[in-house]
Nanobody, 123 residues
Framework: QGQLVESGGGLVQAGGSLRLSCAAS????????MGWFRQAPGKEREFVAS????????YYADFVKGRFTISRDNAKNTVYLQMSSLKPEDTAVYYC????????????????WGQGTQVTVAS
């Protein structure tokens, strides 16, 4: 059975940029919406962004609007999260997951979570 694998995290200075990738390993993407979430220490997992299969519909959390961009390349079975103007409060483990059913901004509506990639933003 395949899995989702996140990559691209790291340490960056405030104001910097990173691009995260989420690749489907061992399987192809289902024709589903994909989402990015993040979890900081001691906090609940929170929604960051999601994108429909076609890429035509995207949702963003208010705190990343104008700074982050979600995109996907279905031929490469990969979803991306371009992050710019990073802030220390963006520090978290970032996860991707596949939408199943329900509210597209709720973690409960997603399944098949990757292992996450750590993003640390230094002030």
């Amino acid at each position: 059975q395949g899995q989702l694998v996140e990559s691209g995290g790291g340490l960056v200075q405030a104001g910097g940029s990173l691009r995260l990738s989420c690749a489907a390993s061992g399987r192809t993407f289902s024709r589903n919406r994909m989402g990015w979430f993040r979890q900081a220490p001691g906090k609940e997992r929170e929604f960051v962004a999601s994108i429909s299969w076609s890429g035509g519909t995207t949702y963003y959390a208010d705190f990343v609007k104008g700074r982050f961009t979600i995109s996907r390349d279905n031929a490469k079975n990969t979803v991306y999260l371009q992050m710019s103007s990073l802030k220390p409060e963006d520090t978290a483990v970032y996860y991707c997951a596949e939408y199943t059913l329900g509210i597209p901004t709720s973690a409960r509506s997603y399944d098949d979570w990757g292992q996450g990639t750590q993003v640390t933003v230094a002030s």
